[in-house]
């Protein structure tokens, strides 16, 4: 019998969509753009594999798992056939907890 893994257990859990938007939406709140593309990497593990997101996002799926590395460099056009491929959108939110202020 296996025991179940960290890893397991997230993939199990990002399953989940909505789970699966809040967990990349932490992941994107940290400074570290890498933290980020690899749970992106995990969430496409979870719902359904390199793949099958690299077909709807219209991307090749050696382009689509060298964007998702920690050293990865995706262009924000992927990034955006990647969230409409999940049924996603990209947007900028205000911070609730700061005045919105000019970018000089």
């Not at 709140?29 to 749970?39: I, N, Q, V, Y």
């Not at 099958?52 to 798992?65: D, G, I, T, V, Y």
């Not at 060298?66 to 491929?85: C, E, F, I, Q, Y």
Request: one cysteine or more.
């Amino acid at each position: 019998m296996k025991i179940p893994t960290y890893h397991d257990d997230l993939i199990d859990d990002l399953k989940d969509p909505k789970f699966a938007l809040e967990y990349l939406n932490a992941c994107l709140e940290g400074r570290d753009e890498g933290t980020f593309l690899l749970a992106l990497r995990y969430v496409t593990e979870a719902q359904g594999g390199f793949t099958r997101l690299a077909k709807k996002a219209k991307l090749s799926r050696e382009h689509l798992f060298r964007m998702l590395s920690k050293k990865g460099n995706p262009r924000l056009g992927s990034l955006k056939n990647v969230a409409d491929a999940f049924g996603w959108r990209l947007a900028f939110i205000k911070k609730s907890h700061l005045p919105l202020q000019r970018a000089v």
